[in-house]
Nanobody
Framework: QVQLVESGGGLVQAGGSLRPSCAAS????????MGWFRQAPGKEREFVAA???????YYGDSVKGRFTISRDNAKNTVYLQMNSLKPEDTAVYYC?????????????????WGQGSQVTVSS
């Protein structure tokens, strides 16, 4: 059974940092592209970042230069370092996994999803 479990969300003031993580089980983690998506209230879910099995990284325009995605294959875990947080970053953050490296920003191409972790940035 595949599980993706997010943790590390929370409440932070604008300008602060958070580092959510996502622990995977039931998959050969090192062979998967891992992605982060987010959904704010009343908005569609949007792409945040992705990292391929080889370590190539990709970011949504709204987080470039502020967020960094990384992975630790020994721990089957992917991280999202979020710096210079803004109130508009407030959302539920989801991690996702897929076998192929193409269409990294397309949520419909991801096979497995976590339950989500709330991130709230206060002004």
């Amino acid at each position: 059974q595949v599980q993706l479990v997010e943790s590390g969300g929370g409440l932070v003031q604008a300008g602060g940092s958070l580092r959510p993580s996502c622990a995977a089980s039931g998959i050969t983690f090192s062979s998967y592209t891992m992605g982060w998506f987010r959904q704010a209230p009343g908005k569609e879910r949007e792409f945040v970042a992705a990292i391929t099995w080889s370590g190539d990284t990709y970011y949504g325009d709204s987080v470039k230069g502020r967020f960094t995605i990384s992975r630790d294959n020994a721990k089957n875990t992917v991280y999202l370092q979020m710096n210079s947080l803004k109130p508009e970053d407030t959302a539920v953050y989801y991690c996702a996994a897929k076998r192929h490296y193409s269409d990294r920003d397309d949520q419909s191409s991801y096979t497995y999803w976590g339950q989500g972790s709330q991130v709230t940035v206060s002004s």
